[in-house]
């Protein structure tokens, strides 16, 4: 048994069948797959809400016993070799039922992701049980390097995938940021790539705990400018819109959402809270007169004031 597989971890205090339970978006997600259906296909057939599919899709939320029973029903007359007592099976069971392949390699690293095992159990079981806070649409805010005391902004989705990780997707017209999130206590690990000038970079927020994240505050390390000196600098990732769970539609707002322009010409675009928090002195001067020594992310009270002083894009 591979402790870093998504199908098999062991989740301390959790049984068998609770584990299947928390399955259930991704075994949906596989019926799906195997009809080539929507979602908002799914919800027209079955007569309901397409966001409601989207929780069912997502694990945030199981059918209840006669949605399940009118679903099974439904994929049934597509797929009839499925029963209720299936939407039990592990996912590979499942994935072998239907005569596809099972999500993820088989090599027990999503997405390939390589990462200590006990590193991937924790960022899986925190999204098993608060992925959806971090689903939506984002826009990102960092310092321009290349235009001291300006800004740049990237928008794009979070998302969680196939293999159950939270993924990423930021960018403009001349920058793309893709990749993998990892929530583990309190803070958020992102290594994403810049998938049009394929440079790796790294980020790391602190949250708010809420039942909706709503903003991340944190570090980027990359080397993005012209002379490609390794920079780390301050970002916020700010929460903007909500999925509607029709995978489609989704990714065309996240595509016209990175059509916007990446660099900020207009001022009022950032707040003044925002701009002092992004552009803000640290070093041996400032650490004499009690500010900082180092670069470093504000610890939560300080976001939750960032976060009650934001003016723009709820």
Known sequence: ?????????????CDRRAA???????????????????RARLAAELGVDKSLVGRWASGAVRPSAHNLERLTRLLAGKLPELT????????TEFAALLGINPP??????????????????????????????YEGFWRATHPAIIAPGRFFHQHGMVRRDE????RAELGG??????????????????????????????????????????????LLLTAGNAMRNPSAYPI???????????????????????????????????????????IRD????????????LLTVSGSPDLAQLIAARSYGS
């Open 1 to 13: 048994m591979q402790r870093g597989c998504i199908w098999w971890s062991k989740w301390s205090g």
């Open 20 to 38: 299947m339970t928390n399955n259930f978006g991704e075994r949906l997600t596989l019926a799906l797959k195997a009809l080539t259906m929507s």
């Open 84 to 91: 209720l007592l299936d939407w039990e099976r592990e996912p």
């Open 104 to 133: 993820g390699p088989q090599s027990g690293q999503p997405s390939g992701l390589d990462v200590p095992a006990e590193t991937l159990d924790a960022a899986l079981a925190s999204i098993r049980v608060r992925g959806a806070a």
């Open 163 to 166: 293999s159950g990780l939270l």
């Open 173 to 218: 017209p001349d920058v793309r940021y893709v990749g993998s999130m990892l929530p583990i206590d309190g803070q958020v690990f992102v290594a994403a790539t810049d998938s049009v000038r394929h440079l790796p970079c790294y980020m790391i927020f602190n949250i708010v705990t809420m039942p909706k994240i709503v903003l991340m505050d944190g």
């Open 236 to 278: 916020t990732m700010e929460r903007i819109g909500d999925l509607s769970g029709d995978r489609d539609a989704d990714d065309a707002h996240a595509a016209e959402l990175m059509r916007l322009p990446q660099f900020v010409q207009d001022e009022a675009l950032i707040s003044q809270a925002m701009r002092d928090h992004l």
């Open 282 to 293: 640290f070093g041996p001067e400032a650490a004499k007169s009690g500010g900082d020594l």
